[in-house]
């Protein structure tokens, strides 16, 4: 079955990363053990980590002992500056579907679209990584 509302790849793993790394705020951890414990390519692991760092949504450190944490402020952190993080600000208006049909105002959807993009904004920028990442448990 398919879901309505889809977020890039990308996305996904920039939040279920952000998630992963809120759960071991003790210690350094690999791109290697994110891949594994995500069941991700650890390349595009890697694109996304390098994302996250440049927001500072996560704090890397090089090296042999070195590995990513999540920044200290991540239990207030908004799920909107993760996506935004990735995928760029994001733009009111613009219909979500991007479909050849879909020219400005000529989308059949229209105010159907707008509200449930709407709602998901929301939904990102009331949403805390706190909040998300409470009901995340890899590997059940």
Same mark, same amino acid.
């Given at each position: ?21 809120? !759960?071991? @705020? ?5 791109? =290697?053990?994110? /891949?594994?414990?995500? %069941? $991700?390519? +650890?390349?595009?692991?890697?694109? $996304?980590? !390098? &994302?996250?760092?440049?927001? %500072?949504?996560? !704090? ?23 996506? +935004? ?8 208006? &613009? ?7 879909? *020219?400005?105002? &000529?989308?059949?959807?229209? @105010?159907?679209?707008?509200? /449930?993009?709407?709602?998901? &904004? ?11 990442? *409470?009901?995340? =448990?890899?590997? +059940?």
């Amino acid at each position: 079955m398919s879901n309505f509302i889809r977020i890039s790849e990308a996305a996904s793993i920039g939040f279920h990363t952000a998630a992963y790394l809120s !759960q071991h @705020t003790d210690r350094l951890v690999s791109s =290697h053990e994110i /891949a594994k414990a995500l %069941g $991700v390519s +650890e390349h595009h692991l890697s694109k $996304v980590l !390098q &994302r996250l760092a440049h927001s %500072g949504i996560v !704090q890397s450190t090089r090296g042999p002992n070195g590995g990513f944490r999540i920044c200290p402020e991540w239990e207030k952190m908004k799920l909107v500056r993760v996506f +935004e993080a990735i995928e760029g600000p994001l733009t009111p208006g &613009r219909c979500f579907l991007s479909l050849p049909a879909c *020219k400005g105002n &000529r989308c059949a959807l229209g @105010t159907l679209v707008h509200k /449930a993009d709407d709602l998901m &904004r929301k939904c990102l920028a009331d949403t805390t990584l706190a909040e998300m990442a *409470k009901d995340f =448990h890899p590997g +059940e």
